[in-house]
Each structure stands twice: as C-alpha cells, then as structure tokens.
C-alpha cells in the first residue's frame, strides 16, 4: 500500500528546510554548479511564487520535508513549474510522492484557470523526464517557448502540457 505523506503549501518559515532538501540534490546528486545566492526564490517564497498567483508546495513524511514543488503564475492563463525535488530516498512509484505533488499543483491550476503548464530541467535528470513524458508533458523547443516563460539558465530541455486537452 503506497503511504500518503502530507502535501501543504509552504510560506518563508521553511526557507531553511527547503534549501537543505534542494541544494544537496542540484549540486551533489547532479553536480549542478548552482548556489542558494543564485536562487533567492527558495528563502522568499511568498515573494516569488504566493503573492503573483502561484504556489510552493512541500511533501511531508512525519515532519520532514520530503518533496517539493513550485508554480509560477506567469499570466496568459499559464504557470512555470520550478522547484520539483524529492528526496531520493523517496522517490518512485512505490511512494508517489512526486505525483501527489504534480497533483496537487495540477489541481491548484484548475482552481485557478491556469491552462498551459511549462518547465525548464536539464539533460541529466532522466527520470525527471519519463516522469514529466507519463503525465502528458510534450517536450519542446526553447524557441517554442512563450516570451513570457521566465527561464532558468542551467536549463537546456523544455516541456509543456496544454490542460484544455486533459479535460
């Protein structure tokens, strides 16, 4: 039986949690060159992702922070996902947790009329991208890419998933 681990949003009061669960992952696990300097996002969450119609959201298993997901809203009926993490001790299916955190945001998306989703990763995160291929995400061009996508610069592959056609 899959455990369900508590999915809340998250405010400032976790910065600390949320950069010990992704630093360590960027720079040891894929040996991105990217420090905490080079993302302010993750200690002023409420700046970045609440107050412009967004959401970050984290995964709890019993009092550890887990997982994480972030939505941009980025106006046109569209949002950027960022931030999606999971520890890897709990990752895969057998846990879920990286699903319950995409659902969650596609339902805050819903909520919100938001219709089109894109992301920026990179070309290591394998997984990353079967995971983001099973939930309908198409893969496109950076030139594809609408002027409004806010991008990151260590990203090199693109995905978006138009939830007009989901419905």
């Known amino acids: 039986m899959k455990a369900t681990e508590l999915i809340k949003p998250l405010n400032?009061?976790?910065?600390?949690?949320?950069?010990?669960?992704?630093?360590?992952?960027?720079?040891?696990?894929?040996?991105?060159?990217?420090?905490?300097?080079?993302?302010?996002d993750l200690l002023d969450i409420e700046t970045y992702y609440q107050q412009p119609g967004g959401?970050?959201?984290?995964?709890?298993?019993?009092?550890?922070?887990?997982?994480?997901?972030?939505?941009?809203?980025?106006?046109?009926?569209?949002?950027?996902i960022r931030k999606?993490?999971?520890k890897q001790e709990f990752r895969g299916k057998e846990k879920s947790i990286a699903q319950q955190l995409l659902n969650q945001l596609m339902a805050y998306c819903e909520a919100k009329n938001i219709t089109d989703i894109y992301l920026g990763t990179i070309a290591q995160m394998n997984a990353a991208q079967r995971f983001y291929e099973r939930n309908g995400f198409q893969q496109i061009e950076a030139a594809d890419?609408?002027?409004?996508?806010?991008?990151?610069?260590?990203?090199?592959?693109?995905?978006?998933?138009?939830?007009?056609?989901?419905?």
């Open 84 to 86: 999606m993490f999971v």
């Open 145 to 167: 890419l609408p002027s409004y996508f806010p991008r990151m610069q260590v990203d090199n592959l693109f995905y978006h998933l138009d939830l007009k056609k989901q419905a």
């Open 55 to 80: 959401n970050f959201w984290g995964a709890f298993h019993q009092d550890e922070l887990v997982g994480t997901i972030a939505l941009i809203a980025i106006g046109h009926q569209a949002g950027a």
């Open 12 to 40: 400032n009061g976790f910065g600390n949690q949320v950069v010990g669960l992704i630093l360590p992952i960027q720079q040891e696990e894929f040996n991105v060159a990217i420090t905490v300097n080079d993302q302010p």
